[in-house]
C-alpha cells in the first residue's frame, strides 16, 4: 500500500507559478510510475502529467506541456509539480496518483485506471 498526501494548492493571480508537492508513505516510490491528475468542476478527471519509475521519461498533457514540470525525488519519496503562467482554466482539484512497475507504452500514463493509489487532492484556484 502507498498513501499519497498532495500540498502545496492554493490561490493564484494568472501568470503565476506553484508548486504542488506529494508526500509518499508506506512504500518507497521509486517502484512506481507516478502521475498528476486534475478535476475542474463538472469536469472528468484530466491526465496532467507522468513519470517513469525506471528512466526519469516524462509525459505532459497538450494544455500544460511548457508550462508544467513533472519531477520525483525518491530518496524522499516525494512527487512534485512545477506550474507555471497559470491560468484561470486550470483551476482544479489536483492529485497525485501511482502506478506499481512502470508503463511501456506512452499513452497508459494517461490513463486514470492505469494508476492504484491516489491522493486526496489539493485545491488550484487562478483568478484572473
Known amino acids: 500500500q502507498v498513501q499519497l498526501v498532495e500540498s502545496g494548492g492554493g490561490l493564484v493571480q494568472a501568470g503565476g507559478s506553484l508548486r504542488l508537492s506529494c508526500a509518499a508513505s508506506?512504500?518507497?516510490?521509486?517502484?512506481?510510475?507516478m502521475g498528476w491528475f486534475r478535476q475542474a468542476p463538472g469536469k472528468e478527471h484530466e491526465f496532467i502529467a507522468g513519470?517513469?519509475?525506471?528512466?526519469?521519461?516524462?509525459a505532459y498533457a497538450g494544455s500544460v506541456k511548457g508550462r508544467f514540470t513533472i519531477s520525483r525525488d525518491n530518496g524522499k519519496n516525494m512527487l512534485y509539480l512545477q506550474m507555471s503562467s497559470l491560468k484561470p482554466e486550470d483551476t482544479a482539484v489536483y492529485y497525485c496518483?501511482?502506478?506499481?512497475?512502470?508503463?511501456?507504452?506512452?499513452?497508459?500514463?494517461?490513463?486514470?485506471?492505469?494508476?492504484?493509489?491516489w491522493g486526496q487532492g489539493t485545491q488550484v484556484t487562478v483568478s484572473s
Open positions: 496518483a501511482a502506478a506499481s512497475g512502470d508503463f511501456t507504452w506512452y499513452g497508459d500514463y494517461f490513463k486514470r485506471q492505469k494508476y492504484e493509489y
Open positions: 513519470i517513469s519509475s525506471s528512466d526519469g521519461r516524462t
Open positions: 508506506g512504500r518507497t516510490i521509486s517502484a512506481y510510475a
